[in-house]
Antibody, heavy 118, light 107 residues
């Protein structure tokens, strides 16, 4: 059974940093592209970042480009999102999502809440 | 970026009803259109991809159709478990946008 478990969310002040982690199991992690998708309260999901299975192709939404960094550690079956210069508008539940096909998400974690507030 | 617009935003229906949700794209997304179901406090669940292909395990009462810029999700006979929020998503091009959602409520 595919499982994705996010961690690392919390309350942070504007301008602060956080690192999110996603532990994957139940599939061959190294063979799949992965994504981060976020959802602000009461809003639709928003794709944030993508990393290919090899790690060589990476993509970001304009709203986070230059501030967020996606990475993966296949030895640990883990996906990461390093978030710097956080803004109030980054407040959301952040989901780790497995790629079925480019930017099509077939499995999602339970999410981790990031709150940016002073 | 491609904008996705769903209608209606809220839909009230009864168990056994046939319901249809529409999703319109601001430009063609070819056939790269998916539908997700989300229940409160849970992650979205993939129901349909490539306009009309059911994800494994999804009941056959769900179906999708359309092309280019206009798409529909139909539930042929609503079941109690179907009351949720539904989102369309285009994965044709950056920034892989979702519609604003349609909340399906019990009448």
């Amino acid at each position: 059974e595919v499982q994705l478990v996010e961690s690392g969310g919390g309350l942070v002040q504007p301008g602060g940093s956080l690192r999110l982690s996603c532990a994957a199991s139940g599939f061959t992690f190294s063979s799949y592209d992965m994504n981060w998708v976020r959802q602000a309260p009461g809003k639709e999901p928003e794709w944030v970042s993508y990393i290919s299975s090899s790690g060589s192709n990476i993509n970001y939404a304009d709203s986070v480009k230059g501030r967020f960094t996606i990475s993966r550690d296949d030895a640990k079956n883990s996906l990461y999102l390093h978030m710097n210069s956080l803004r109030v508008e980054d407040t959301a539940i952040y989901y780790c999502a497995k790629d079925k096909r480019y930017y099509l998400f077939d499995y999602w974690g339970q999410g981790t809440l990031v709150t940016v507030s002073s | 970026d491609i904008q996705m617009t769903q209608s209606p935003s809220t839909l009230s229906a009864s168990v056994g009803d046939r319901v249809t949700i529409t999703c319109r794209a601001s430009q063609s997304v070819n056939s790269w259109l998916a539908w997700y179901q989300q229940k409160p406090g849970k992650a979205p669940k993939l129901l349909i991809y490539k306009v009309s292909t059911l994800e494994s395990g999804v009941p056959s009462r769900f179906s999708g159709s359309g092309s280019g810029t206009e798409f529909t999700l139909t539930i042929s006979s609503l079941q109690p478990d179907d009351f949720a929020t539904y989102y369309c998503q285009q994965y044709n091009s950056y920034s892989y946008t979702f519609g604003q959602g349609t909340k399906l409520e019990i009448k």
